[in-house]
């Protein structure tokens, strides 16, 4: 059994991370923590949880975390983790971070868009990205995962085959992206708000949204083999309607003729040991992903412009879900354990 | 033409009064305030009204309410209005007060319901509550209108032909009513928070909403002329996963045994001269009265129960629309002059 | 192992069956059956089973299924499964049926409210009601299991306690239900058209629905050793917005005065033995029992009437999930075995 | 007043054309027609008419629609519209039709896409593309207008600034467009079904959508005084779950560096004669312009490329509105006239 703390657990993250700690064979959630300082019960902070938990929210205390947990989900928003990391590394806790503030490799990035500067470069410098289906060897050592965003993880896994393999211009990529609600987190604002998003729909910080840096990166990482030349996309992030669920329909330039069965053979090929991704004839809906751990993707040609369309659970494979391999892979359990599949 | 000044111009409410005076043909609106110190253009608070006005939100001014309208529509918090009320008829303002403020004519159960002691008992003397199916000959003179309540108006049109013809026992009635998101009002909160709400149906404040004694009261003045037995229901909101529209079921014992075609013939004659009123023989779907200041309504028996379904849209009928009736109405203007139908 | 088949395996319950038999660690999916005649495979039927299951569909052949199974679910419309259960039991075949063809026990009542003759006397005499929590040790030697209704596991698992003790006035039940719209199956009809019933609440079969003279029969027989008087319901459905849920909102007149904590007491006494039942000091929202098998109940007095409020999942709780419940009871395995929780 | 009949008059789009006829100052609903053999009233049909109109639907009969109007608007699936136009237009009736028939220059394209030969060449020549900003000069005399579709009206009025001007490369257009499902029309079926497409979000038709060519020839047209190059777009549309709306993002390629604020002034002085075209500072929401006749488009400069938001509400601007647009303008009436806006 491994004793697993989640560090911040009032978001909806945390939930998901929470459910699947709990069902999982080989891990044992000894401690949550939350800012509240009346120490909620979990299950009144999340009322699905009645009935499967006793635990109460802690305010959070590194020496605490140490004492009773391996390893830490760190559930905070950017920069709080910045101050955690450390702390807990420092104490021999391993850490899955679900904040940016370990993705980006460059320090300067991170400050353009995030306006902070990046005070743990040590981290940095240790720290996986965690997405085990490019990534898988680095990550069983690893003791800092950087856990991927959710935008990132559809378009990264989306465009990798085509990036790795050299098969399209990298300057001509389009993310068009489109998430369910709970991507904005659980504090209320006026555009989460329900009379404001219900019935609407709307392109936000388009040009401007932080994954931007995250995809070129990563992408441009994938791609070094075959080309030195990095990976620029233009990225529009969308609010659908909806609770949960990210589709993103990409456009790109390919650099030769290609066929649509071609590339779907690439696709299956690149992915063919990866558990949780579906190479599917059909057109993904994020409905048929939803609260589980699958990346579903397809692959058409539009007037000889290659179209890949993908989705996933923004919650799941996009956040908790990915988390949870990534602890799999951490402590050479098979990928899945304990995942909705 | 009447100028007319909205206070507290940010709510749903304020925008669709804001909507109906645009366009009504003898009503001008010349002020809008707000609490935000910008002044932001009301176009910027509310971009649907983009390209139909140019007028910005000033902070609230007696003085200048009474400079600019003749009538003032009030879109405050409960309490605000008590504080507004006074200050503006002083200055010769003819008020339509949309907060709970001047509904209880008992200053007692103001009181016991909103934990306030009422500072305005003339103001309270004199207020006319205004909902025009029943009390259509008290509103052209009256200076002071309560507007009702979304759920209120709701419940009494349904009820009110029934316990003014003495029908039911008035200590059986049941009022199970569902309400969308918009009715929560606009200020962002956890349980309106889109990812709580949405696929999701709770009910919430049971026993304890205010709506409760005002149903109460009005209901009882509607029946006093038959029996002076006070009216008390069981009042039940719930909150659906959509903007707007409210649909109250409603549950009630008859005095002696009643057919559906007489219970329907009842409802036709008592609302035979009313112009928002629809006796429906199918059953009532929010989606039908939405966007409109129709109120729907039908009776059916069920195992000698009398089942009353009706529906209207809250921000519409149970709230603007019904305030700009009330507002036709003290101008001797056709009574839906400028209302969606 | 246990081989188990569905029969009528496109609609919404088959599929949550589907999910739950294929991550169950003792049944094996061997057979799917549709009368699609081109035998679709069961994950072009439901995309979300991709990679899950590599089944066909085949024409419903009651040989056949003998032959692949110990068990059959049926998720057949009513009617239907009159004809299949006698062939499948002949050939030795365990059924549990989802349909409503073996819940009434009086052949009569199911052609007043069917319109059918009941064609299988002999399978209703032996049939067991499927409710576990109620009917636990009925079910581990039933060879025909009428798995309950959504509806009707919702109102009775709200009201046996008080029924059970005698608390109430059978006469005085009121049961205001509201369901997600996949209550109403997957074949496409104008009233589950997405722009007819988003964004609209509407009550239907007001009077008439058919799983009224259920909950009278399993309360009756619930209350059966207290008083020998019937229990007649009048039950109100109605489409809500949503994907899935069930709230009831249950009035009823108690017998003698009774406090909420008396009440909360009961009922958690009542359902100690249950594993999926949660007793909340909250209200209930369906989101909390979404995607899940539990069944949340509490209990409010408003004005000296007894309120009682329940969710459940339709599909799940209300349907695949108790039937797995069932089909575990009648394996002698842990009742929630596979069951998501 | 004019006279005019509604022919084919049980879809969404008829319903918001009667609602526009029913407030017209200038005109008169005098007949509706449906396939239904029962002559079901209009009310009863769309509930929400109740109280505004007592017409039956007739079955289509052109002699009647002769005898009763002056103007037809065809509310028919494409091919049923070939049909009628030429009786109708024999018979002297004016025809706005809101099918596909008439929209395409070029019979080939035209069979190309929707499989069917074109039977009225002669009305083909004949019809006016009735999209008012681009054509305003040509829709007065026009005796058939061939009425925009939804998806195209949203592309088209979102990049004829740019195409006009020669601002971009014509061969770089992707237009990612995402649409509320009464888009889809009233027929029930299976992607339409709630439980299917609420909580979901997918593409279809990628590659091969109707509306493509049409999108390619009136841009094309709109651009022939600056470049005999034809326009040949990459038009991807969604589902969304909403009942409606429409928002496009699209992106171009700029064929010279251009700054957002000379775009944003482009566009503005493009449309600056144009009722019923807001250019808005921030990105537009559906909601903004739900249930109104508003086009809402802003502009800006992602990385080199230009991307353009657009949004309207299908059913009204994208159908209904812009056919009483055209009607206004038939009639030399105020081109708002009895429009929402």
Known sequence: MIDV??????????????????????????????????????????????????L???????????????????????????????????RGVRVIDLSADYRLKCAET??????????DPAGLAEAVYGLPELFRERIPTANLIANPGCYTSTAILALAPLVAEDKIDRRSIIIDAKSGVSGAGRTPKLTTHFPECNESLAAYNVGRHRHTPEIDQILSEVGCSR??????????????????????TIYAQPLASESEADLMDLYRSFYRHCPCVRVTSGL???????????????VRIVRGRIVVL?????????????????FNLMHHLPETTGIPL
Chains 1, 2, 3, 4 share one sequence.
């Open 110 to 119: 991170y400050h353009d868009w995030y306006g902070h500067v990046h005070t």
């Open 227 to 248: 080309r030195n030349e990095p990976v620029e996309v233009i990225f529009t992030p969308h609010l659908v309607p909806m609770d949960r669920g990210i589709l993103a």
């Open 284 to 298: 993904p809906a994020t409905k048929d992903s939803a609260h589980t751990n699958w990346f579903d993707v397809t």
């Open 5 to 54: 703390a989640i560090v911040g657990a009032t978001g909806y993250t945390a939930l998901e991370l929470a459910r699947m700690i709990l069902n999982h064979p080989q891990a044992r959630l000894t401690l949550a923590t939350s800012r509240q300082e009346d120490r909620p019960r979990l299950d009144t902070v999340h009322p699905s949880l009645a009935r499967r938990t006793t």
């Open 56 to 90: 109460s929210c802690e305010p959070y205390d590194p020496d605490r975390v140490a004492e009773l947990a391996q390893v830490a989900f760190l559930g905070l928003p950017h920069t709080a983790s910045l101050e955690a990391v450390p702390d807990l590394r420092r």
């Open 310 to 326: 993908a989705a996933l659970d923004n919650l799941i494979k996009g956040a908790a879900g990915v988390a949870i391999q990534n």
